[in-house]
């Protein structure tokens, strides 16, 4: 299962992944975070919009992190 976060015009959402196309999965939780903070990954199903990746942007997995962690390395 490949999951992303997209942007299509002005309305971003999450969806996903199958080939070359986006089946958007945005409207079965506030958003992909939400998804994963409630462990329900294997519960989502394809949308009924369906895009092509090329006629999306797309973003960051997770927009809005609770967290950013950096390792340095010399």
Do not use: M, W
């Amino acid at each position: 299962l490949k999951v992303a976060s997209f942007r299509k015009g002005e309305t971003e959402s999450f969806g996903i992944v199958t080939g070359d196309r986006i089946a958007d999965c945005g409207g079965q939780g506030a958003s992909l975070r939400g998804v994963l903070e409630e462990n329900a990954l294997g519960a989502l199903k394809a949308g009924a919009a369906e895009y092509p990746l090329a006629e999306v942007t797309l973003l960051p997995p997770v927009t809005a992190p609770e967290k950013i962690i950096c390792v340095g390395v010399n």
